[in-house]
């Protein structure tokens, strides 16, 4: 019985990921535009996501709601797994690199509403992040025996503390914008 159950959790797990990874997820819609490129999200009033700053100055006086939903992204890898981000993001290919992209449409999904990054495409690759008034909520699979025997491990920050850690002075702005800038699209994964 144990081995029938596991094997259902496994094949479960690799129909969800085929699934991400065919870009069946609906993050087609949002822009793949770094901070200040003018991105707009696809729910104004959706809390998770927010819209760029039309400015084309950087200011040191960054705020909140001046960033998009693809630079809180890599704010919150930075303060996750910033060895990864930085590994992966400068790979080139149509299935390498980071890929962001947005679980949405199935409402008894757990994780709907949240966006992620990952970078191989397993379980344990993505971040999923999102963002409640200001409150960035974080879920990332936690293996135990197995991949497939694994949970979700909560945390969360405040995105003021991401930008006053990762994003509160020139240098480090150019930085995460540079790894924003190479950051794909989930749904041109393979293209």
Same mark, same amino acid.
């Given at each position: 019985m144990?081995?029938?159950m ?6 479960a797990?690799?129909?969800?990921l085929v699934?991400? @990874?065919?870009? #069946?997820?609906q993050?087609?819609?949002? &822009? ?7 991105? =707009? $999200?696809?729910?104004a ?7 760029s ?11 909140t709601s001046?960033l ?7 704010l ?5 797994r910033?060895d990864?981000?930085?590994s ?16 949405? @449409?199935?409402? #008894?999904?757990s994780?709907?509403?949240? &966006? ?7 379980? =344990? $690759?993505?971040?999923y992040?999102?963002n ?13 025996d ?13 995105l003021?503390?991401l ?7 020139q240098?480090?702005q ?15 994964y393979g293209k």
């Amino acid at each position: 019985m144990f081995k029938k159950m596991l094997y259902i959790i496994g094949l479960a797990s690799l129909v969800s990921l085929v699934l991400v @990874g065919c870009g #069946k997820s609906q993050s087609a819609k949002q &822009s793949d535009k770094p901070y200040g490129a003018g991105q =707009t $999200s696809k729910k104004a009033s959706s809390s998770s996501m927010t819209t760029s700053s039309s400015s084309n100055s950087q200011s040191n006086d960054v705020t909140t709601s001046n960033l998009d939903n693809k630079t809180i992204g890599v704010l919150a890898m930075l303060y996750k797994r910033p060895d990864y981000l930085k590994s992966y993001v400068n790979e080139k290919g149509p299935v390498s690199g980071v890929f962001y992209g947005t679980r949405e @449409g199935d409402e #008894k999904d757990s994780l709907n509403g949240y &966006s992620f990054m990952t970078g191989e495409g397993d379980p =344990t $690759s993505y971040l999923y992040y999102k963002n409640e008034n200001g409150m960035i909520k974080l879920k990332e699979w936690i293996p135990r025996d197995s991949v497939a025997d694994g949970y979700f491990k909560s945390s969360s920050i405040s995105l003021k503390q991401l930008i006053a850690d990762y994003y509160s002075d020139q240098y480090k702005q150019s930085e995460v914008n540079g790894y924003v800038n190479k950051v794909k699209l989930d749904s041109n994964y393979g293209k």
